[in-house]
């Protein structure tokens, strides 16, 4: 019985100060493969083995994916990093700096009609725009007052995850981090004000192509909770 093996062999062209190089490389896996370069004396071949073990391709794709653990937020025990910029990736990106404007239009749009359609809310409170500032409001995200309500974040993104909305924390500090337990925390004030927005921040859904309709359900379902 013959058995095909997910390890192959490619090679790329690498152009270094104006000369190009082939370089043969074994690769295991689709979408964010685990690669094992040779280096000088000694051919990946003799490495094929750690390709093929099932454990190292799980840790290596964890690593290579933000390490990021099961959580509502983004929680890290280990460092990881991202290496899922491709060229398709990269271009695409520069294409879409010439939509650029209507995708920050597009955005300020979703956050006022969030604004405006849940301004009854008296302990939801929004992050405000300086007089000389433009922000892109790329992500639409409110606090919840504590001293006005009794309604967390955790309660609330629970909720519109029963529905099917996918609401998120704010990012976590990095000093609450597991990953930098025990490691120093230098706060400028005697309150830290970062704790207090990952315990009370909430981001909205606010893609660019999201429609008013779509608002509409999680405007509704947010009056639902605060029982407006």
């Keep these: 019985m013959v058995r095909h093996h997910d390890v192959v062999g490619r090679y790329v ?5 104006d000369c190009e190089y082939k ?5 295991n896996g689709k979408g964010i493969p685990l690669i094992c370069q040779h280096t000088a004396g000694c051919h990946n071949h003799q490495w094929r083995g750690l390709l093929e073990d099932e454990e190292i391709i799980k840790k290596a794709r964890f690593l290579s994916t933000q390490a990021k653990d099961p959580s509502p937020h983004y929680e890290h025990t280990e460092i990881g990093y991202n290496y899922r910029m491709s060229n398709i990736l990269a271009g695409v990106g520069r294409g879409q ?4 404007d209507d995708r920050v239009s597009a955005r300020r749009k979703i956050f006022q009609y969030y604004k405006t359609k849940l301004n009854q809310i008296d302990a939801i409170e929004w992050m405000p725009e300086p007089s000389k500032d433009y922000s892109n409001r790329w992500l639409s995200v409110f606090i919840i007052n504590p001293s006005k ?4 974040n955790n309660k ?18 990095m000093h609450q981090q597991p990953v930098f337990n025990g490691l120093q925390y230098f ?21 660019s192509n999201m429609t008013v309709e779509q608002q509409n359900v999680v405007i509704d379902s947010i009056n639902q909770v605060f029982q407006v």
């Design 149 to 152: 309500t009794n309604i967390t």
């Design 97 to 100: 700096l010439k939509v650029l």
């Design 156 to 173: 609330l993104i629970e909720f519109l995850s029963e529905l099917n909305i996918e609401a998120r924390h704010v990012w976590k500090p």
């Design 187 to 207: 706060m400028a004030a005697k309150e830290s004000y970062c704790d207090y927005l990952f315990d009370n921040g909430v981001c909205l859904p606010s893609s």
């Design 23 to 27: 370089v043969f490389y074994l690769q």
């Design 13 to 17: 062209t690498i152009e270094v100060d």
